[in-house]
């Protein structure tokens, strides 16, 4: 069996093909989806059983949570409480290559987050999974769709590699091409005080605590 895939224009990718991919996560599938950090396994945040095809196909521990992607913070304040913080976090680096850990709220399935009370917010700066976060109206997995341990695939000969045999268990692969940004998120735990940097990425933790100081303190932006 050969995994169907699809070509998507980046810039304007037809609603159709979207409309078909927010379906088959609807009913529990698992996709592969780009965005501006990577191909990413997406599939329903809300479905503890498409959660489970997540792991299985990854090879991850359940141990190690699984961050979500969704088309706005308004959509993020449906699944965590948005504090102002992440408000103001999110007005300065979003959408683009920041996770927010967020405390989460009773809908999100522990088996998503490892059991914890928080769960990592992402609003890609990727038109094509922002359009299909949207349209399924779900919060989709946002995990690089590799197996666990290998590097993030950045165009779909790689996920290819690296998923092998797996990769049958995909339901379909939206291909927009090789991605141009070649890095990771930067983390932030927003739950804890000071807020904490869990992994540097893209965006640089200089900034975020700028914009952080900022917050606490309103008068040193003027100077």
């Given at each position: 069996?050969?995994?169907?895939?699809?070509?998507?224009?980046?810039?304007?990718?037809?609603?159709?093909?979207?409309?078909?991919?927010?379906?088959?996560?609807?009913?529990?599938?698992?996709?592969?989806?780009?965005?501006?950090?990577?191909?990413?396994?997406?599939?329903?945040?809300?479905d503890a059983k498409?959660?489970?095809?997540?792991?299985?196909?990854?090879?991850?521990?359940?141990?190690?949570?699984?961050?979500?992607?969704?088309?706005?913070?308004?959509?993020?304040?449906?699944?965590?409480?948005?504090?102002?913080?992440?408000?103001?976090?999110?007005?300065?680096?979003?959408?683009?290559?920041?996770?927010?850990v967020l405390t989460?709220?009773?809908?999100?399935?522990?088996?998503?987050?490892?059991?914890?009370?928080?769960?990592?917010?992402?609003?890609?700066?990727?038109?094509?999974i922002l359009d299909?976060?949207?349209?399924?109206?779900?919060?989709?997995?946002?995990?690089?769709?590799?197996?666990?341990?290998?590097?993030?695939?950045?165009?779909?000969?790689?996920?290819?590699?690296?998923?092998?045999?797996?990769?049958?268990?995909?339901?379909?692969?939206?291909?927009?091409?090789?991605?141009?940004?070649?890095?990771?998120?930067?983390?932030?735990?927003?739950?804890?005080?000071?807020?904490?940097?869990?992994?540097?990425?893209?965006?640089?933790?200089?900034?975020?605590?700028?914009?952080?100081?900022?917050?606490?303190?309103?008068?040193?932006?003027?100077?």
């Amino acid at each position: 069996m050969r995994v169907e895939v699809k070509k998507v224009n980046p810039g304007k990718p037809s609603v159709q093909l979207l409309r078909r991919a927010a379906r088959l996560i609807r009913k529990g599938a698992v996709i592969v989806c780009p965005t501006d950090t990577g191909y990413a396994l997406a599939a329903n945040a809300l479905d503890a059983k498409a959660i489970v095809k997540v792991f299985n196909l990854k090879g991850r521990a359940y141990s190690n949570p699984i961050h979500i992607a969704v088309n706005s913070l308004e959509m993020a304040g449906r699944y965590a409480h948005v504090i102002p913080e992440a408000e103001q976090l999110a007005h300065s680096f979003l959408p683009g290559a920041l996770t927010l850990v967020l405390t989460r709220k009773e809908g999100i399935p522990s088996l998503l987050v490892a059991g914890r009370d928080t769960v990592g917010i992402r609003i890609p700066d990727n038109r094509v999974i922002l359009d299909l976060t949207a349209i399924a109206d779900l919060p989709i997995t946002a995990t690089s769709a590799n197996a666990s341990g290998q590097p993030t695939p950045y165009s779909v000969p790689e996920v290819m590699k690296l998923l092998g045999e797996a990769v049958e268990q995909v339901s379909l692969i939206l291909d927009q091409g090789a991605i141009p940004s070649r890095g990771l998120s930067t983390i932030v735990d927003l739950t804890v005080s000071p807020p904490q940097l869990l992994r540097q990425g893209l965006v640089s933790w200089l900034e975020i605590r700028q914009v952080l100081r900022a917050i606490q303190d309103p008068g040193s932006g003027q100077k």
